[in-house]
């Protein structure tokens, strides 16, 4: 699903790389677990993998396709057909309903548009199917997200990141506003959501305790500058 080889990424005015990651081999469904502490890298890796930031020396390649060799504009394009984000704050839109905000998972991408309309008649069903499933009630679906709780957010964010399919999935830090039981609820929902087309996870977390529920930990750190 995902490999990555030589990369080398250095941040602008830094004598230092922040990056040197000989290899790096995620399997398709695999559920990753990649930890370290503030200022390791975390980000810097997964705006790469995300195709946010451009790649400066080295390859990644996700579905067989070298982010390396697109344009900034076909980065962006293969990240809204491939990759579902679910951020730390959420990023929910406070004027859309839950259905809406998930929704806009397939807002910039026909590929996931078509795939979610073949699976479940529409859109907006797959919105509300995933919703259900992630264990929102009807009547959250459509009041503001301003009166959902945190763990009602949180759930929305995962299920805007899932609707049509994408085949990776990257998780920054979705649970450190939750407490541990809600977090390993939260993290169990995500796999059987995953399980289901067998995506890949790549879970972002200061919190090792979490790390026994994945398939594999990976600390950024050791693998920073050696083959893993």
């Known amino acids: 699903m995902i490999e990555i080889n030589d990369l080398l990424y250095t941040w602008q005015k830094q004598t230092q790389p922040t ?9 398709r469904g695999e559920k990753l677990f990649l930890h370290g502490p503030s200022g390791s890298g975390k980000s810097t890796l997964l705006g790469l ?6 790649i400066q020396q080295g390859e990644i390649n996700i579905l067989g396709q070298s982010l390396t060799k697109l344009s ?4 962006d394009r293969f990240r809204a057909d491939h990759i579902g984000t679910i951020f730390q704050n ?20 026909s590929l996931r548009t078509k795939q979610a309309q073949q699976e479940s008649g529409s859109i907006k069903t797959q919105a509300s199917n ?5 264990g929102l009630k009807p009547q ?14 949180q759930r929305v964010a995962a299920a805007r990141a899932f609707i049509g399919r994408p085949e990776v999935i990257i998780a920054d830090e979705p649970t450190s506003s939750l407490d541990t039981d809600t977090r390993e609820a939260f993290i169990k929902t995500l796999f059987t959501q995953a399980e289901k087309y067998q995506a890949t996870i790549i879970f972002v977390s200061h919190d090792n305790s979490l790390a026994s529920l994945f398939d594999r930990k990976v600390s950024l750190q050791s693998i920073n ?3 893993l």
């Open 90 to 109: 959420f990023n929910l839109l406070p004027y859309l309903n839950p259905l809406e905000n998930v929704m806009l998972g397939c807002e910039f991408s």
């Open 225 to 227: 500058g050696t083959t």
């Open 19 to 27: 990056l040197t990651i000989k290899h790096l081999h995620i399997a």
């Open 49 to 54: 993998l995300a195709g946010i930031n451009p």
């Open 130 to 134: 995933l919703l259900t499933a992630l």
């Open 72 to 75: 900034n504009a076909k980065r």
């Open 140 to 153: 959250h679906l459509i009041s503001s997200v301003a009166n959902l709780s945190i763990g009602q957010q």
